[in-house]
């Protein structure tokens, strides 16, 4: 996976070392130079980019390989910046996935409304994230050789959608279609019936890839 890392700070350098050791390829963008020279000398034997310059800058992105980047992961000190660089990403760029680290956690909401991807605080979580996304697509890789019609996929329980506040039993799921796991802040619950989804929840379901397809237009449309 291509993966670009804005701010080559204390995270980003953690980052590039722990993903690159998961034989990611790196790109870095960090504006200040002595800090290049830095990651340059101790970083030579990864397989990383380094681009100098200033991540919310459209022409320094697109200079340090932006489209060809999977993910975007801002992880400056300024949240400002980092929120910038990821709009930039996700909608000047077309990258698929952005994850910002936020200093301030008041600024969570703002961002997911934004349109940032994963928003966090923990750097160990970041690198938690890229492993996670890329187990989910090794899995559905294996259930599209083996099954075409059969696939695994995550929501999250929005405020005001079908599954808030409902219990398993009166979601109506299609025979075709199991969920098979509710996500809870540090918790994992195996639903029964009588499990009650929460807004912020995240629910696995596993299924024929059609009925996946309606319920999931169905509580995108809630």
């Known amino acids: 996976m291509r993966i670009m890392i804005i701010g ?18 790196i790109m870095i963008v960090e504006k200040d130079s002595s800090r290049c020279e830095q990651i340059s000398s101790d970083l ?19 200079e340090a390989g932006i489209f060809h980047t999977d993910v975007l992961i801002a992880v ?23 994850i910002s680290r936020v200093k301030n956690p008041k600024n969570i909401r ?15 979580r970041i690198a938690g994230i890229i ?20 696939r695994l996929q995550e929501i999250t329980v929005e405020q005001g959608s079908n599954f808030e506040r409902k219990r398993l039993k009166d979601l ?7 969920l098979i796991a509710v996500l809870r802040g540090d918790q994992a619950i195996i639903p029964n019936g009588e499990t009650r989804l929460e807004t912020g929840d995240l629910v696995i379901l596993w299924g024929d890839a059609s009925d996946m397809a309606n319920t999931l237009e169905q509580h995108a449309n809630s």
Not at 78 to 91: G, M
Not at 172 to 178: C, V
């Open 8 to 25: 080559g700070g204390n995270v980003g350098y953690y980052l590039t070392k722990s993903l690159s050791a998961e034989k990611h390829h």
């Open 110 to 124: 703002v961002f997911e409304k934004l349109g940032v991807d994963s928003v966090i605080s923990s750097t160990e």
């Open 76 to 98: 400056t000190g300024h949240d400002q910046n980092n929120l910038a660089a990821c709009q930039l990403a996700k909608d000047y760029f077309g990258v698929k996935q952005t």
């Open 131 to 150: 492993d996670r996304e890329l187990d989910w697509a090794d899995v559905n890789k294996l259930l599209k050789e083996r099954s075409f019609n059969v």
């Open 172 to 178: 109506g799921l299609p025979k075709g279609l199991i």
């Open 44 to 62: 030579s034997s990864k397989r990383i980019e380094l681009t100098h310059g200033d991540g919310t800058d459209v022409e320094c992105l697109r």
